[in-house]
């Protein structure tokens, strides 16, 4: 069994700084791509940012130069520096990673339970 354990959501001013983090734990044999999604009410879920093994980044337009991914492959930890937070931030950000396990061909996606930012204007 495999789980994606969010946390550092919370309640934060506009302009302000928060970061997530995000641990994948179970019988896990490696782990391929890690990202951040984010889903605010009544919209699709969206890439915010998303990092492969070998830490090539990706950022959706509206968060380049204010957020960072980065990874930690021996703790199997992907985390968010969201930094000049504003109001269109307010969403639930989900942790996805994509694993592998051993005597098993490909990749499974595994997403986290989510956890709230909030940005007040």
């Known amino acids: 069994q495999v789980q994606l354990v969010e946390s550092g959501g919370g309640l934060v001013q506009a302009g302000g700084s928060l970061r997530l983090s995000c641990v994948a734990s179970?019988?896990?044999?490696?782990?391929?791509?890690m990202g951040w999604y984010r889903q605010a009410p009544g919209k699709q879920r969206q890439l915010v940012a998303s990092i492969t093994s070998g830490a090539s980044t990706n950022y959706a337009d509206s968060v380049k130069g204010r957020f960072t991914i980065s990874r930690n492959n021996d703790a199997n930890m992907v985390s968010l520096q969201m930094n000049s937070l504003k109001p269109e931030d307010t969403a639930v950000y989900y942790c996805?990673?994509?694993?592998?396990?051993?005597?098993?061909?490909?990749?499974?996606?595994?997403w986290g339970r989510g956890t709230q930012v909030t940005v007040s204007s």
């Open positions: 996805n990673a994509a694993i592998s396990f051993a005597r098993v061909v490909g990749l499974t996606q595994y």
């Open positions: 179970g019988s896990i044999s490696g782990i391929g791509t």
